[in-house]
């Protein structure tokens, strides 16, 4: 799939990133005594925005939407808070393979359940798994119940006895998370762009055709669930180690529904576009809690409306901006006439605007 | 586990069964005909509970308060298909899932503004508050019997209407081809707003009459939703008979399950789920 957006994307991604990215330079200015809170908050966005991101692969690019992705996302935060040693802090170096070999395999047994399934049966049965493991959880006593773990020692990240970087302190941890997010999003969209991702594409396309060529798509299905499952649990794993514990919470439906929500408002398929939704999604709430103590209803509306008016989320807007919506649809409509019914969902990567 | 114990928990298992069968079958009739994943089904059920509750401690009597409120939740059923779904019906169920989630927190909210956050009960109604002589040394409540008695009646009524009538023909006929029945002059867009507003009146209704069995709260429409889910999978979405059979089989498994294995209850649905799956992943009766 080799969509090619107008450059604006790439200069706005960019100018954003470096905004983010001298957060410690301008922060103190512009938020004085709350910079501290801010950089956490900041902290967090990039987690959730490497979450979303590994959702996108699913949903975005193989046209499988997925209600049970906190699964993983809790999946890699227990990892850490289990596996953790009480008196010293783990090593990064065995942590992080064991946290992506641990999802892996979960990846793949639930995998192989649910890719037999399609569109509203997959969206059940990730559900359901996701909530088999928060009961599994929430009521059994080596994870804590309903408590959750606490974390007592970030992993260190350490060659022999020198430090590499200090991951307890917020601003080494914030470059952590920034790191760790790039990193995804470059493997990402090779991902998408390579052999693989193409296959992936038409399988989200046409999946009998591509059967009917000789692919056999399950196994390109699996493999995409445990990659965004892996992602997944490595952005668990880290808001873990920032909040210092791990709890049932990240293992429910309703964070699988805010993770979704992070997807459709920021413009799923294209990769770069659940960054922004994660951003957007957390600012919202967090104006929100500050306005109202009935907050919900205010992010229920905006789910709502945004669902209704904006399918496209906010990459959409940038490829296609309002005022040059007319041409692109027209060239669209020409293009679905004789495309099925079940191509409504098409990602905005669809936009012939190259 | 002597023969008495084991014949409670089987009535027992029988009623959750029956129950969840009202809310299952609405979910599995608006998925079936309609096309549409309906994620705020719990959060109906919930407002059914919460509205008998009001009205009981507003008017006196429970029957009433059942009276008054299935015209409210039928109008409520109206007002959501008409308002929200109808531009959905096109678009992929992603947006479906999101919408109806977007409508459960702001259900939830708007409950926890007019009825609060705490845990609220309603007592066993008149006539049958109390409990009957099963066998010699085996008694059960006369409301459990009650409520499985209309569960049975209803399922009894929706067989009927479905085997029997022509609109039963018009709505076996959707599930298989929609846009045919478009084609042959039925009016599909009544036929919608029929079937989700009875679909909302059965789980709302199932709600009620379950108010006096279950504590009241906040969060009751959520796990209902998800063992729903459950049920739906396992009898084969769309199917009512598979509803039905899945209810019982969950019912069974959730009662039997808190009783022998405590320490995996909660997770013996999904293994169950699991195991369909592996077997038939388009349900049993699909």
Redesign the interface.
Known sequence: MLHRYPKRVAIIMLVLTALVATFPLWGEAAFGNQANFMLEKLTFMLILALFAMSLDLL?GVLGL?S?GHALFFGLGAYTLALASPDFSPASMWWMLPLVMGISACVGLLIGV??I??K???F???T???G??LY??VS?SRFAGGTDGVFIMFRPSLAIGESTLLDLDNPYSFFYFCLGMLLIGYLFLRWLTRSYFGQVLDGIHDNEHRMQALGYATGGYKLIAFVISGVMAAIAGMLAAMQYGFANPAQLG?HTS?EV??ML?LGG?GTIFGPILGAFAYEILLYLYEHATT?W??L??????V???VL?RGIAGLIIAPPWQRKRIMNAEAHETENAP??A??QPVTQSKED | MDLAFFSVQLLNGLQYGLLLFLIASGLTLIFGIMGIINLAHGAMYMIGAYLVYDLTMRLGNFWLAIVVAIPIAIALGLIIERLFLDTLYKRDHLYQVLLTFGMILVLNEVQRIIWGGNVHSVSVPAPFDSSIQLTSNLRYSVYRLFVMGVCLALAGVIYWIIRHTRLGIIIRAGAVNRDMVEGLGINVRTLFTLIFSAGVALTAFAGMIAAPLTSITPGMGDSILITCFVVVVIGGIGSIKGAFWGAIIIGMATTFGSVLIPSLASMVIYLIMAAVLLVKPRGLFA
Do not use: C, E, N
């Open positions: 949903v939407v209600l359940l649910v037999r399934t569109g509203i049966f969206i059940m049965t559900l359901a798994f909530q088999m009961y599994f009521t439906w529904g979704l929500m459709i799923m009935h919900p209803i992010m229920g509306l905006t789910i709502i945004a669902v209704l399918p019914a079940t409504s969902a």
